[in-house]
């Protein structure tokens, strides 16, 4: 092991001893500096993880998110400076900690949360006019084999659980009571400087789920309907105009 990789071990993990080789500048021991320093570090990236993830540490509370938040720091450094996106993983750590079986959900409210950062942070992306999709959609002809851009920060969720309903309940003071065991589609988006959450049908979910693949309307509708009958295709399409979402239609390229 390296030096710096000793040093970023025991960094992060505060039953190692301070590594060998340290120097204070003011004469100060080294090794009750270094534990300040790791003490700063350690606490700088679990408040991280509390601003990523605010309605997990609700569900759980400060002390138990702040001891699960400290156990998942100490194995998993920074791959960037920026510390929104310190976490990505963090969904799959809770699926895994075994004190938190109690709260079946709080994984795929995670990773609800992570895909509103995701979304926040996602690239820019001018949206057509809605009267311009809205007049190519209308001709038949048209719409059949068209490709639907879609704007970089869409991000779609399926869970088991009602996670837009308990993410919902926790944006007001004090959260209202909500029922988590039903299954729920969530749909991230951010429009103009805002993220908005939406809980959309299964149809919908698949629709979109295609149309992001980069399938045409035509198939999209086609793959959504194999297992949900129940799609309205205008609705959804619909929803996307107003959210401001769709960024292009492009006709398909057909190979002979």
């Not at 004469?27 to 997990?56: E, H, K, M, Q, T």
């Not at 079986?101 to 942070?121: F, I, M």
Request: hydrophobic share 45%; glycine share 4%.
């Amino acid at each position: 092991m390296s030096r710096f990789s000793e040093f970023a071990a025991a960094l992060l993990d505060p039953g190692k001893a301070c590594p060998p080789g340290l120097i204070s500048a003011n004469g100060a021991d080294p090794g009750n500096r270094f534990a300040v320093y790791r003490n700063n570090v350690l606490s700088s990236l679990i408040n991280a993880l509390a601003d990523n993830y605010p309605v997990v540490a609700q569900l759980v509370g400060e002390e138990f998110f702040r001891a699960m938040a400290g156990v998942y720091v100490q194995s998993a450094a920074p791959c960037s400076p920026i510390m929104s996106d310190y976490g990505a993983d963090f969904a799959r750590f809770i699926e895994q900690f075994e004190p938190a079986a109690s709260v079946p959900y709080l994984a795929d409210v995670a990773r609800l949360e992570r895909l509103q950062v995701e979304a926040c942070h996602a690239a820019d992306a001018q949206p057509m006019s809605g009267e311009r999709i809205v007049e190519v959609l209308s001709s038949p002809t048209l719409a059949a084999h068209l490709k639907i851009g879609l704007h970089p920060s869409l991000r779609l969720l399926q869970s088991p659980f009602a996670v837009v309903a308990v993410w919902a309940a926790h944006q007001q003071e004090p959260p209202v009571p909500f029922e988590p065991y039903s299954a729920q589609n969530a749909l991230v988006l951010r429009h103009g400087l805002d993220v908005e959450v939406q809980a959309i049908s299964h149809a919908a979910h698949g629709f979109i789920t295609a149309l992001q693949q980069g399938l045409s309307l035509t198939a999209a509708i086609e793959t959504a309907v194999e297992r949900h009958t129940d799609l309205d295709v205008e609705q959804t399409l619909a929803r996307l105009i107003r959210y401001q979402a769709i960024t292009y239609l492009l006709p398909e390229q057909v190979t002979q």
